[in-house]
């Protein structure tokens, strides 16, 4: 019992020494290097942290952080949203009666965007969205910061269509629908009666 008591002393004075001698040796500002620099994990001066959000860290190229979507880009295929492993993303999709305009690669758009929301809070980082969309209208940004007070926020909406045009544009494309089904009927029609 004496043997356990001492050594418990000793265990707890040799942590407690390497604790106060990093508390006062860090007194100076951390460097912020790269890390790709050979020195970057043999930083031994200076503070154990960085002074946050003064300092801050580079951020590397290959990060995997913020997700944005450019959206005159998008050609809502939904490819994205079917692949992320955890279904924090949202599209709700109304095909167009014609087409719409081009993305930057020269894709034609076909399907309007009512809905593209991200939530944040729920996703994992793991980039799939960005490497299956065709055009790369989804991208990782170097913004890892996002601090919010409410979780809610970390819901982002990219489409800012109003319901009203939401509701015109799935009319026009049933009406379009209702007009090819007509005429389809009436060609079906006039061939049984010229038969």
Request: with cysteine; aromatic share 8%.
């Amino acid at each position: 019992m004496y043997k356990k008591a001492i050594n418990g002393f000793t265990t707890a004075m040799k942590g407690m020494s390497l604790t106060f001698r990093h508390l006062f040796a860090s007194n100076a500002k951390r460097k912020v290097i790269s890390v790709s620099d050979d020195n970057y994990f043999k930083q031994l001066e200076g503070t154990n942290t960085i002074q946050y959000p003064h300092q801050k860290l580079p951020v590397p190229e290959v990060g995997r952080y913020q997700l944005d979507v450019e959206m005159d880009d998008c050609i809502v295929c939904d490819l994205c949203a079917k692949i992320c492993p955890v279904d924090c993303i949202t599209i709700d999709s109304i095909k167009a009666t014609e087409a719409i305009g081009q993305t930057s690669d020269g894709t034609t758009k076909r399907i309007y965007a009512a809905k593209f929301d991200i939530d944040m809070a729920k996703c994992m980082y793991c980039g799939l969205c960005t490497i299956v969309c065709p055009t790369e209208c989804i991208v990782m940004t170097n913004q890892y910061d996002k601090s919010v007070f409410e979780l809610k926020n970390l819901n982002y909406e990219f489409v800012d269509m109003a319901p009203e045009v939401a509701a015109e544009k799935r009319q026009l494309l049933e009406n379009q629908l209702a007009e090819r089904q007509a005429a389809k009927l009436a060609a079906m029609n006039k061939k049984e009666g010229d038969a």
